[in-house]
C-alpha cells in the first residue's frame, strides 16, 4: 500500500517484511500461473517436472499448487563419455539412462 507522503511503500500484512531498495515491487496483482491461460501464454503446472525433495520454488509442494505430483520412471538417450578432438570436434557416445522424474499433476 502506498504511504501518504507519495514516496514510500507501506507492506499490507503484520508477516510482509517492508521493501528495500533492492527489492522490485509490483503494482498490480499476478495473474495465476498454475491453471494454463491463453490470455496470458502460461501453460501452466500440470505436467511439469518438480524436485520432490527441495523446499524452494522447484520443489513439487510449491511448483505443483498444492494438487500433487507423481513418480515416474523413465529410460533416455542422451550423449556421455563425450571427448573433444583438437581443434572445434566433440564426439559423444549415446548412452541410455534410466531417470526418476516427479511430475505435477
Not at 500440470?46 to 520443489?59: F, L
Request: glycine share 10%.
Amino acid at each position: 500500500m502506498g504511504g501518504n507522503d507519495g514516496k514510500t511503500i507501506i507492506p499490507v500484512g503484520h508477516n510482509i517484511k517492508p521493501p528495500d531498495k533492492q527489492d522490485l515491487i509490483y503494482s498490480a496483482d499476478s495473474p495465476d500461473f498454475c491453471q494454463a491461460n491463453r490470455k496470458t501464454g502460461s501453460p501452466g503446472t500440470r505436467g511439469r517436472v518438480c524436485n520432490s525433495t527441495a523446499m524452494d520454488v522447484g520443489g513439487c509442494d510449491l511448483l505443483c499448487c498444492g494438487r500433487g505430483y507423481r513418480e515416474e520412471t523413465v529410460v533416455v538417450e542422451e550423449s556421455c563419455l563425450c571427448r573433444f578432438h583438437w581443434c572445434c570436434v566433440v564426439n559423444c557416445n549415446k548412452c541410455t539412462v534410466r531417470k526418476e522424474l516427479s511430475m505435477c499433476l
